[in-house]
Structure formats: C-alpha cells, structure tokens
C-alpha cells in the first residue's frame, strides 16, 4: 500500500474440502490495512488463513481480525506475522484471533507473531481457543431459548465480529450465517 492508501479485505473460508488463503501487505507512511476473515469447517475440512502484514515507513495500521469455528474432524489454522522494520515508528498493528471448537474432535492452531525493530510503537496480538460457553447457554435457557437456538445466536455473533465495519457488513454476515447453517 503506498504512503496513505487504505485497503480493507474481507474472507470468508467456507464450504470447500481445503481452502488456503494467503495475503501479504506492505505498508507506506501512513497507510491503513484491515484484514476480516471468517474460517467455517466442519466435517474432515481443513481450512487456513497466512498473513504477512509489512510496515515498511512511519505511522502505518493494521488491524487483522480472524474468527474460526470448526466442528467434527475439521482443522482451521492461522499463521500470522507483522513485521515491524527499522524507522517505522508510530505504528500501529493489532491482530486478534479466536477460534470456537464445536466438537473434541475438532483442531484450531494459532500462530499470530510480532517482530519490531522500531521505537515508539503500538502493537498487540491475541489468540485463544475455546468452545461455547456453558453458562451463557443455560443463561439463554433460562430465559426460554432452545439450546440450538442459543448456540445458532452465540456463533452467530462470534463470526459476526470479523465483517464490523465493512462497506458491505449485511451481505457478509447474512453469507458467513448461511455457511453457518450448512454446517450445524
């Protein structure tokens, strides 16, 4: 991206038996790069997001938000690097990712990374790996949801965080909701 360019990519991995998705960027000065990506597998599916976010020059962002659900034997895994070079000071790189397990079966590997070789920024990442949560679920069943109904609703949010604030955030969510449905 070059000096002050803004670019917002948004993926949604779903439905194919494998699916790898790759995406390198360098930044400019200044320049803002937002990454959004839904994994949905089920079955034996193995699905994959690889980034490498470069900020070459000062007062560069990005922000990458990866949300993954897999159920059965499926695999979803996220390799991601934001390399920080040498003068790139003011930067701001942020990635988040999360992964929901629906069955013991099912496998999610992280690897966010950070590498800075500049003063002066501001950077974060985070992973976690976990299954719904069992005290929302009885608190939606005590107020009258089906417990399908409450796993639809919470997984439905969950997916829901990686298209806020996209141009097209309805078609996105209704497409990742759709994929949802298939494989529940």
Do not use: W
Request: charged share 20%; hydrophobic share 50%.
């Amino acid at each position: 991206l070059a000096a002050g360019a803004r670019f917002d990519l948004r993926v949604l991995g779903a439905g194919a038996s494998a699916c790898r998705i790759v995406v390198r960027a360098t930044l400019g000065a200044g320049a803002e790069f937002t990454l959004g990506a839904a994994q949905l597998a089920s079955g034996t599916q193995t699905v994959e997001i690889v980034t490498h976010v470069h900020h070459t020059a000062p007062d560069a962002v990005s922000r990458q938000v990866v949300r993954s659900v897999a159920g059965g034997q499926a695999t979803v895994n996220y390799l991601g690097k934001v390399l920080v070079a040498k003068g790139a000071d003011g930067t701001d790189g942020e990635q988040s990712v999360r992964a929901m397990l629906l069955d013991r079966t099912a496998s999610a590997n992280a690897r966010p990374e950070l590498e800075i070789h500049a003063d002066d920024v501001k950077c974060a990442h985070g992973c976690a790996v976990g299954e719904l949560d069992a005290g929302a679920l009885f608190y939606m069943a005590q107020r009258g949801l089906p417990p399908e109904t409450a796993k639809r609703l919470m997984l439905q949010a969950f997916v829901a965080e990686a298209f806020t604030g996209a141009a097209d955030e309805e078609l996105l969510q209704a497409r990742a909701i759709a994929a949802l449905e298939a494989m529940l």
